[in-house]
């Protein structure tokens, strides 16, 4: 069964700063996708980063990147230059490639920016 | 605009009461599915549909019913709620399965039954 770990519950970083979200994940697939998503406290899912696990490169999206080490199965997200709008709950998650495309999620990184 | 809307987005309600949550996408998604987002357990699968009359459980179905008449909707049904079903919810859509197929989540339920 695929699992998601996020071991951090909560961080503070101060404003402009990098984060890294750790995220770990286990499956027996060799093929998956992997996901971040953004939940401010207004509740909505934001989707921020898609990793493909045949992806030569780590992907990019903006101020977020995506630290894929495949052989460690670690996928952590990276925030440059923190902004106080980055306050939020972060998810981690994993979709199989075939058939039902279930998204498993991780129990989430409660990031605060600290001005 | 492309988006999954969601209603109602805020119901307190009784035990025993029926009720629907309706979701629709307007983006000709065949992929949906909905999720229930609980502290500490992030959020989970309760049903998906890969198309139009083709619907399945996910990891936590009992209590909950849905049907797929149109490719746009994809609504939830609780029968007789109870207050474990207490929950925040999604509703999410994708084109159809492959690479990438990225989710795309509705604003979200929440619901409390009393």
């Known amino acids: 069964a695929q699992k998601i770990t996020q071991t951090q519950p909560g961080m503070f970083v101060q404003e402009k700063e990098a984060v890294t979200l750790d995220c770990t994940y286990d499956?027996?697939?060799?093929?998956?996708?992997l996901f971040w998503y953004k939940q401010p406290s207004s509740g909505e899912m934001i989707f921020l980063i898609y990793q493909g696990s045949y992806d030569q490169q780590n992907a990019t999206e903006g101020r977020y990147s995506l630290n894929f080490q495949k052989a460690r199965k670690s996928a952590n997200l990276v925030i440059s230059a923190s902004q106080l709008g980055d306050s939020a709950m972060y998810f981690c998650a994993m979709r199989e490639t075939f058939g039902n495309e279930k998204l498993t999620f991780g129990t989430g990184t409660r990031l605060t920016i600290i001005p | 605009e492309a988006q999954v809307t969601q209603n109602p987005r805020y119901l307190i309600t009784v035990t025993g009461k029926k009720l629907t949550v309706t979701c629709s996408q307007n983006?000709?998604?065949?992929?949906m599915s909905w999720y229930r987002q609980d502290p500490g357990l992030g959020l989970r699968q309760i049903y998906y549909?890969?198309?139009?009359?083709?619907?399945d459980k996910g990891d936590v179905p009992e209590g909950y019913k849905v049907s797929r008449k149109e490719k746009r909707n994809f609504p939830l049904i609780l029968e007789s709620p109870s207050p474990n079903q207490t929950s925040l919810y999604f509703c999410?859509?994708?084109?159809?399965?492959?690479?990438?197929?990225?989710?795309?989540f509705g604003p979200g339920t929440r619901l409390t039954v009393l």
């Open positions: 499956t027996s697939d060799p093929s998956y996708g």
């Open positions: 983006m000709n998604h065949e992929y």
């Open positions: 549909s890969m198309n139009v009359e083709v619907t």
């Open positions: 999410a859509s994708s084109l159809s399965p492959g690479y990438p197929n990225t989710q795309y």
